[in-house]
């Protein structure tokens, strides 16, 4: 969607396409499947876990960080990551308000 598109659109639709696009991706999904699982990682063990190349799995984790959904902490040469328990919590909240419950007895 073109930039000068967006204003047709609610705030709250804009960012809610701008969640979806966050994790639009299987490695993302896999990544924070896996740091749900592991509670943190670093990202050699993505690279081993996933079979992506580090620069791959790096620009992945970089779309994350900016959505907000991952932090890291710094460990020497290593940047060891986690579930931002705050956006997560957003994210959730967000999906399921737009997934609502339609009639069983609904039709098209």
Same mark, same amino acid.
């Given at each position: 969607?073109?930039?000068?598109? =967006? $204003?047709?659109?609610?705030?709250? +639709?804009?960012?809610?396409? *701008? ?8 490695? /993302?999904?896999?990544?924070? +499947? ?5 509670? *943190? ?6 690279? $081993?876990? @996933?079979?992506?190349?580090?620069? &791959?799995? =790096?620009?992945? @984790? ?15 040469? &290593? ?12 994210? /959730?909240?967000?999906? +399921?308000?737009?997934?609502? $419950?339609?009639?069983?007895? *609904? *039709?098209?």
């Amino acid at each position: 969607m073109g930039a000068t598109k =967006s $204003d047709l659109f609610t705030k709250k +639709q804009n960012e809610l396409a *701008s969640m979806a696009k966050a994790i639009a991706h299987p490695a /993302r999904i896999a990544i924070l +499947q896996y740091l749900i699982r592991k509670n *943190s990682c670093i990202c050699g063990d993505l690279v $081993d876990e @996933l079979g992506l190349a580090q620069a &791959t799995i =790096s620009q992945h @984790l970089k779309e994350l960080k900016l959505a907000g959904l991952i932090q890291g902490t710094i460990e020497g040469p &290593t940047v060891c990551y986690c579930i931002h328990p705050a956006t997560w919590n957003k994210f /959730r909240k967000a999906f +399921q308000d737009f997934f609502k $419950d339609i009639p069983e007895n *609904s *039709s098209c």
